[in-house]
């Protein structure tokens, strides 16, 4: 019988000097290429309001040796925090997150999903993205981890993320294999699409943010459309003058809008960018 390999993580107590805001823990996902680490700026904008999980997903940072797609990542990370928590992901691991709520939803209280989308639904866009991916991971293994950071970093996508903000050294633990792997296994070119489950969500009553910076176009276009489909417990807050990487570009602000939300209050943060919408 295999041994059972469950994901890393670090975990960061809540007490810290302006006491703990939020009682349940709050798991912070991240995205493909970074790892757990990569939420520091976060966690520091926090300043111990809230008891921390900080997850390496499959493929990532102390996690690289696991494999595991979408639903697969679900189930480790029900086994990692077993009991009801607030769960915040971005890009991939908003999908990750999105995917647990779905397989899960005894395990979230409420939803902060940062630069995320609920898949490609055309199945030629979606095969054509599968290609990409699989280009991508051969890449990786063929030039390494760090040549092959460089060129991601550089992508029109983090057009905005300053270079100080990128988090590279946080993002240079992980393995060519591993990143591989993960396009292969998690990437959106394999990920079925989730949009006609997003009512599931509603039906729920499950309080979902969207966030989405103001720059970033193709996803802020994806987080409206994430926010009608879920109904009226969902609401999109944007980012202002951040694009993609918004969480990293405007740590303190992310921040409070996440404990303003999984506090269960409007938070004058949140308020005023969602009441521009």
């Not at 008891?51 to 679900?74: K, M, N, Q």
């Not at 899960?104 to 409420?110: F, N, T, Y």
């Not at 490609?120 to 390494?144: C, K, P, S, W």
Request: aromatic share 6%.
């Amino acid at each position: 019988m295999a041994a059972y390999i469950g994901l890393s993580a670090r975990f960061v107590d809540g007490e810290g000097p302006t006491g703990g805001a939020l009682a349940r823990p709050l798991v912070l996902l991240h995205g493909f290429t970074q790892s757990g680490a990569s939420w520091a700026p976060v966690v520091d904008a926090l300043s111990g309001r809230a008891p921390l999980v900080l997850p390496d997903a499959p493929g990532h940072g102390r996690s690289a040796g696991i494999v595991a797609d979408l639903w697969a990542t679900a189930d480790l990370l029900a086994d990692l925090v077993p009991q009801r928590a607030f769960w915040a992901g971005y890009s991939m691991g908003g999908r990750t997150a999105l995917h647990l709520a779905l397989a899960h939803p005894e395990r979230v209280e409420r939803l902060v999903l940062i630069s995320t989308g609920a898949g490609i639904e055309d199945d030629v866009a979606r095969t054509a993205r599968r290609a990409t991916d699989e280009d991508l991971a051969r890449r990786i293994e063929v030039e390494g981890v760090e040549s092959f950071l460089s060129w991601w970093l550089a992508q029109p996508l983090f057009a905005t993320l300053r270079t100080e903000h990128a988090g590279h050294e946080a993002r240079m633990v992980n393995t060519a294999r591993g990143l591989a792997s993960s396009l292969r296994t998690a990437g959106a070119g394999v990920q079925e699409p989730l949009w006609h489950r997003l009512s599931e969500l509603g039906r729920r009553n499950l309080p979902v943010l969207l966030v989405a910076g103001e720059r970033d176009a193709r996803y802020l276009d994806q987080a409206r459309r994430m926010a009608a489909a879920i109904g009226p417990s969902a609401t999109l807050w944007v980012v202002p003058g951040a694009g993609h990487a918004c969480h990293l570009e405007q740590p303190g602000v992310v921040a409070e809008a996440m404990v303003a939300f999984c506090g269960g209050g409007a938070g004058e943060p949140l308020k005023r960018q969602t009441d521009r919408q």
